[in-house]
């Protein structure tokens, strides 16, 4: 069976850090591009941040800067350092598995959520 599992979720001040995770099981992550997306109270949801199978990366123009998405293969894990972090970061935030290893496509697993709250 499939999982995606986000920790590291939490509240924190305006300017604070925080630093989200996501852990595979069932599946080798590696091979498939791996995404962020957030989606705050009223909105829709909303991509932050994508890697492919070969490392790149690509950000939402609103985070560029300050997240940092990574991968680490040997952990079956997906990261995103999140700095300088704002109010209008406040979302719940969702780790997403494509089908490829490009980022072209749709997305085939999600993940449960993990809330991030940043007070002004």
């Known amino acids: 069976q499939v999982q995606l599992v986000e920790s590291g979720g939490g509240s924190v001040q305006s300017g604070g850090s925080l630093s989200l995770s996501c852990a595979a099981s069932?599946?080798?992550?590696?091979?498939?591009?791996m995404g962020w997306f957030r989606q705050a109270p009223g909105k829709e949801r909303e991509g932050v941040a994508r890697?492919?199978?070969?490392?790149?990366?690509t950000y939402t123009d609103s985070v560029k800067g300050r997240f940092t998405i990574s991968r680490d293969n040997a952990k079956n894990t997906l990261y995103l350092q999140m700095n300088s972090l704002k109010p209008e970061d406040t979302a719940i935030y969702y780790c997403?598995?494509?089908?490829?290893?490009?980022?072209?496509?749709?997305?085939?697993?999600w993940g449960q959520g993990t809330q991030v709250t940043v007070s002004s």
């Open positions: 997403a598995s494509g089908w490829y290893g490009s980022c072209s496509g749709s997305w085939r697993y």
């Open positions: 069932g599946y080798t992550n590696s091979q498939y591009c």
């Open positions: 890697i492919n199978s070969v490392g790149t990366t």
